[in-house]
């Protein structure tokens, strides 16, 4: 592998992905939207951001999307979608992304969630577990995994990451980033679902490094694979670690579905995010046995120290 484009590239994901790759030593193009973001994220790079080249179009525009990915040897599509906009867009995009990676002969990496699975029915879900979705954005899930592995089985070598809800610098519009951000802005917050559930999180620069390392293995494309966080905490954990980082604080408050449910009545990305509170009530843990045993380690921040980076970043960019 020389050449990598990462798709979605200021996003939380997107951007560690590239900071990983540059990092070790890759020629990376990141793909996105906005050119004075992607030249941002340029600058964060460091003494290797030579490495790094950018293109600013739109990841719906199938031309962009070849002219892009020319010579990459992988692309990596870790594009963001909002969620009023998936029942649209989301097979759409995936279908382009697999046609620019056949035509450019490039390997193709799909960083996704755990939607797909539905409800949990183990204690520690592998890549085995039944996939039977009841929601609307599982099944969009679960289609574009199909579509994944099609091309796969007609020559496109492409993987499936899947990994929980993560946080981390530049991860925002997360589940955590609403309260991160009141908390470092010394104001009263809210966190979903509540705060005495134990919950799996990943912070994005181990997801990054996990994703990067995985591409790197022949034998893992055609496959998913689950790349867990450190293991579970509460929000009431989180909520303290954030606080005592950012030296505030003010009350945060849960926010359970029926509220969830009253605000998305004015609100559509709220609407859509409510068939997805089952997972504040029925937390899915990955299991990463077959990462580990396959590929090597699990990159495993320790929450208190992820939390904090964060924080840090948040302050920073507020600043």
């Avoid at 031309?63 to 992988?74: K, M, P, S, Y």
Wanted: glycine share 8%; with cysteine; net charge positive.
């Amino acid at each position: 592998m020389e050449k990598v484009v990462v798709l979605g590239a200021t996003g939380g994901m997107g951007s560690a992905l590239v900071k990983e790759l540059v990092g070790q030593g890759f020629e990376t193009v990141a793909f996105a939207r906005t050119k004075s973001k992607l030249a941002a994220l340029r600058n964060k790079c460091g003494d290797r951001k030579y490495l790094m080249s950018y293109y600013a179009g739109d990841v719906f525009n199938l031309e962009d999307l070849v002219n892009a990915t020319r010579g990459a040897d992988l692309i990596i599509h870790s594009v963001n979608i909002p969620y009023p906009e998936w029942e649209a867009k989301l097979l759409t995009l995936a279908n382009h992304v697999v046609q620019a990676a056949k035509m450019n002969r490039s390997k193709l990496v799909v960083v996704d969630n755990v939607y797909p699975y539905g409800r949990p029915q183990m204690d520690r879900v592998t890549e085995n577990h039944p996939k039977e979705p009841h929601t609307k954005k599982g099944k969009l899930r679960l289609e574009m995994e199909r579509l994944i592995f099609a091309a796969h089985q007609t020559g496109l070598p492409a993987l499936i990451a899947r990994l929980p809800d993560f946080y981390g610098p530049e991860a925002r519009n997360t589940l955590l980033d609403v309260t991160f951000q009141a908390i470092v802005k010394g104001k009263s917050g809210i966190f979903i679902g509540s705060q005495d559930l134990p919950r799996e999180f990943i912070y994005t620069p181990d997801g990054a490094k996990a994703v990067a390392e995985l591409s790197k293995h022949a034998d893992a494309y055609g496959q998913n694979w689950n790349i867990p966080g450190p293991g579970t905490i509460t929000g009431r954990e989180i909520i303290q670690i954030a606080k005592d980082a950012a030296g505030t604080n003010k009350p945060v408050r849960s926010i359970g579905k029926n509220m969830m449910a009253f605000v998305g009545l004015f609100n559509p990305i709220v609407r859509e995010a409510v068939e997805m509170m089952y997972l504040n009530e029925q937390p899915l843990v990955l299991s990463g046995e077959k990462y580990e045993r396959q590929i090597g380690p699990v990159p495993k921040t320790p929450y208190a120290e992820g939390i904090r980076m964060t924080i840090r970043s948040l302050q920073e960019a507020n600043r």
